[in-house]
């Protein structure tokens, strides 16, 4: 499997807007009706990767720690189903029944949401404000398969809880690292295309 980092969002960008299918309801649902007035989590996940596979426990408890003290999660899957199968919506909804997701599962099926966002990686990680300005972008925590650090949330922990305490976000964020988004053939020069801030050369898989 490549090693795929985050594009890395610039920090103060305005959450793109979307309306995407939630899989377990089967209903739209959008960024305006998700969001919080406090902190917004936005993730891209998908069902088979390892990287993501890893920390899907935590993902729950971190959700399960932050939402009652008014932060939204939402988690988002982009990648091609019709050659990555696994990632389809009754797939993601299974996996989200399984797993006892205690956040909104959205597919994005043109892709189109993924390519607002700059998003390159599975997981790649966001926070955003109550005005939905990007505060945080990035790792989960240090934890990668095989690499025998625990998982702990500690980056994405971390953030919310200078967001809770009223302090201001340490600008100096790593960037996740995980399997390259699986782009639609038609997609994938336009990937190239997105801004790299931080300058990190990005692999993509077979």
């Known amino acids: 499997m490549a090693a795929t980092p985050s594009n890395m969002m610039p920090l103060g960008t305005i959450a793109p807007d979307f309306t995407l299918l939630e899989v377990v309801s089967g209903q739209?649902?959008?960024l305006l009706a998700l969001k919080s007035k406090i902190a917004t989590v936005i993730m891209f996940i998908c069902n088979h990767c390892p990287?993501?596979?890893h920390i899907q426990a935590e993902l729950v408890a971190v959700a399960k720690d932050y939402q009652p003290k008014g932060v939204s999660v939402i988690a988002i899957s982009s990648n091609d189903v019709e050659n990555y199968p696994d990632d389809s919506p009754a797939k993601m909804k299974e996996l989200a029944l399984q797993m006892g997701f205690n956040f909104p599962y959205l597919y994005d099926e043109t892709q189109e949401v993924a390519k607002s966002y700059q998003a390159a990686c599975t997981?790649?990680?966001y926070i955003f404000d109550g005005d939905l300005h990007c505060?945080?972008?990035?790792?989960?925590?240090?934890?990668?398969?095989?690499?025998d650090i625990p998982v702990t949330g500690k980056d994405l922990r971390t953030a919310l809880?200078?967001?809770?305490?009223g302090r201001p976000v340490d600008p100096e964020q790593k960037p996740s690292i995980g399997c390259n988004i699986k782009w639609k053939s038609n997609l994938k020069t336009d990937r190239l295309n997105f801004q790299n801030p931080v300058g990190l050369k990005l692999n993509s898989s077979p």
Request: aromatic share 14%; no cysteine.
């Open 28 to 30: 739209p649902r959008s």
């Open 135 to 147: 505060v945080y972008r990035g790792q989960f925590d240090d934890a990668r398969p095989k690499n």
């Open 161 to 165: 809880d200078a967001i809770l305490a």
């Open 123 to 125: 997981p790649d990680f």
């Open 51 to 53: 990287y993501v596979k």
